[in-house]
């Protein structure tokens, strides 16, 4: 039996094992890291006439393999989970058919009826997150360009869309660092959010896609998305706002440029923004605002993942010197 922060996941454990083939038993649990909303752990999966050797491969065909099981445990997110979960199985059966390589559901207890929290198992994925500072980033950027266009290009029946989406601050929610030496820029900032959201043409949405969230293999020429996870945010809404979001981030992870770049590497990759500056220019700020003061929730898990530089300081110059090129290119 397991402890997870002082309590028991038996219960857990009896679900998951209930969804393996006859035969099949649950070897190894390791935890993953650079999770914020969600407790992340690998199941890896081994037939009952294994010599439990404990290395999962592929899913199925008599040998070990890996599944993934996401439980949210924090309160705010135990509440939530019911839409949460569904939403992201939901997803996982839509894209199952497509090219978009996520995870195929194996099971959901979105309530927690059988589990000690709400909990959803996928299979897992190849490839790692990678966010680190190298010389891959300016490749990493444009793929992650493509794939997000391409998860743009998903398409489906209105009656089957995601739900619309949701803005993740506003103008009296936006927090401005006590420290800053231009007061002014914000109140710019926070004064182009506070107009109604500008008209946009709607595309399915990730809605919380950035390096932390998608999986990659292989190094150099050979570098290649291998995985996009963590569907549970999934709307309906323009383009530009996934691609504020994903921008943000890498602003934070490797500086303004690399922020300011990701919009070009998409239209590059065949996707499409809107062509107003100032339209964009709203989407742009209504993510990065989100972050202010100092980023820490992405700190968090970018840190476990070795990140350690990334300091509330460093992160609080980043977002202020972003808001400033963007109101130099856009505005």
Same mark, same amino acid.
């Given at each position: 039996m397991i402890e997870d922060d002082g309590r028991q996941w038996a219960g857990t454990r009896r679900w998951v094992e209930g969804v393996l083939a006859p035969g099949e038993r649950i070897a190894r649990v390791r935890e993953l890291k650079g999770g914020w909303t969600s407790r992340m752990r690998r199941l890896d999966v081994e037939p009952a006439d294994s010599n439990g050797s404990g290395d999962g491969g592929n899913d199925g065909g008599g040998q070990g393999y890996a599944l993934v099981l996401r439980s949210f445990v924090k309160p705010f997110y135990r509440r939530h989970a019911p839409a949460l979960l569904a939403r992201e199985a939901g997803v996982l059966r839509l894209l199952e058919a497509g090219r978009i390589p996520a995870a195929r559901l194996r099971a959901v207890d979105a309530t927690g009826e059988h589990c000690e929290d709400p909990s959803l198992v996928m299979t897992h994925l190849p490839g790692s997150v990678r966010v680190h500072e190298d010389g891959d980033v300016p490749r990493r950027t444009a793929l992650l360009a493509q794939q997000l266009a391409a998860v743009h290009a998903v398409a489906m029946p209105e009656q089957e869309r995601p739900r619309a989406w949701q803005a993740w601050t506003s103008p009296e929610r936006v927090q401005v660092p006590a420290a800053t030496a231009r007061p002014r820029l914000w109140e710019r900032a926070v004064e182009v959010i506070g107009r109604q959201a500008p008209a946009h043409r709607g595309c399915f949405l990730h809605r919380d896609f950035?390096?932390?969230?998608?999986?990659?293999? !292989?190094?150099?020429?050979? %570098?290649?998305?291998? !995985?996009?996870?963590? +569907?549970? @945010? &999934?709307? +309906? !809404?323009?383009?530009?706002? *996934?691609? =504020?979001?994903?921008?943000? =981030?890498?602003?934070?992870?490797?500086?303004?440029?690399?922020?300011?770049?990701?919009?070009? =590497?998409?239209?590059?990759? !065949?996707? &499409?923004?809107?062509?107003? $500056? $100032?339209?964009?220019?709203?989407?742009?700020?209504?993510? =990065? %605002?989100?972050?202010?003061?100092?980023?820490?929730?992405?700190?968090?898990?970018?840190? @476990?993942?070795?990140?350690? *530089?990334?300091?509330?300081?460093?992160? &609080?110059?980043? %977002? @202020? *010197?972003?808001?400033?090129a963007l109101f130099e290119r856009y505005a």
């Open positions: 950035h390096p932390g969230n998608v999986l990659f293999t !292989g190094s150099g020429q050979q %570098l290649a998305v291998s !995985g996009v996870v963590d +569907w549970v @945010e &999934t709307s +309906w !809404g323009p383009a530009d706002l *996934d691609v =504020a979001h994903c921008s943000t =981030a890498l602003t934070l992870l490797h500086g303004v440029p690399a922020g300011m770049a990701f919009a070009d =590497a998409y239209e590059q990759a !065949g996707g &499409t923004l809107t062509a107003d $500056g $100032g339209d964009h220019l709203y989407w742009r700020l209504l993510d =990065a %605002l989100a972050f202010a003061p100092d980023a820490e929730k992405v700190a968090v898990p970018w840190r @476990e993942l070795g990140r350690t *530089d990334l300091s509330a300081p460093v992160l &609080t110059q980043r %977002l @202020e *010197d972003y808001l400033q």
